[in-house]
């Protein structure tokens, strides 16, 4: 039996892989301290005898026998990584310095979440793996861009000097059931909104594009590279090409909630990316992934999640 470490476990991410890999013949130590996650995404996972959650954050050391690391452990919604910048700057660095110490101890294998922020607001579309960015460092997003740029850095230096084997995952905006209702994303706000009749907040013109990869194709794509045999020399994006505008995707959304409610215009947050859409080729061809699940379809399963939470309220 594998012995696997997801950090952030009960995150939305986190919660999605360990649910997946306790079908496999595996132990699952899920790692989270609830910063931006919720108890609730893992109470049906801790009925599972091969199942545990260690409350912890991983600011501070951590000693346990492992084969596996996922590495998911951040807040990473602007709400939630900009509430307090120093704690994400600090699960950014010290964070991570702290599962690859873990990993070397054990000489376990390590997928590292990664993030498209390190690209910014990017000049160049789709964004492949060799663009470096555009980052304003000084920013209200610079504690996660620069975090999680910083995060890549470690990596690499831990695999340069003492031989690791970590996978950097960049993921591109992904949706699904459990994301946290008051994480202020723009899917989950938008049918939140929509199914309660109330406005729906486009933020600037909506003008603005970004690319929606389902959770199940995102959670595939992270398995895959962890079962890689060699490890990729290089950061993959992962997420779904298919690029949207904002504005499209709040009327999408009205009209798969078949709601009536209105779109409502208001100021667009700081060093918010203009444009966001992955270059795949690499995932393509080292992991033989593409994403499965249109935008529709995963919308539907979206939208059926936050009936069910909302329930009698809506
Ligand atoms: N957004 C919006 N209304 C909302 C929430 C977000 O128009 O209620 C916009 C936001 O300004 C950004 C895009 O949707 O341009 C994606 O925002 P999100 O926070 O989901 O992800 P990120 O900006 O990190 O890609």
Redesign the pocket.
Known sequence: MKKILVTGGAGFIGSHICEKLLEGDNYIYCLDNFYSSEKSNIERLLKAKNFEHILHDIQKPIDIEIDEIYNLACP????HYQKDPLFTLNTCFIGTSNILNLAKSNNAKVVHAST??VYGNPLISPQDETYQGNVNPVGIRACYDEGKRVAETLVYDFVRMHNLDVRVARLF?TYGPKMLPND????S??II?AIHSKP?????D?S?T?SFCYVADMVRALILLMELDLMPTSPINLGNPEERT?HN??NFIIEKCMSNSIIEF?D??SD??LQ?KPDISMAMSILSWAPEVSFEDGLNKTIDYFKDYYGSNI
């Open positions: 990473a919604s602007p709400i498209s922020e905006n202020g994303r723009v899917v706000n938008f909104q729906i907040t486009v933020y600037g909506g603005q970004r904002i995707a709040a208001h667009l947050p918010d990316p966001r």
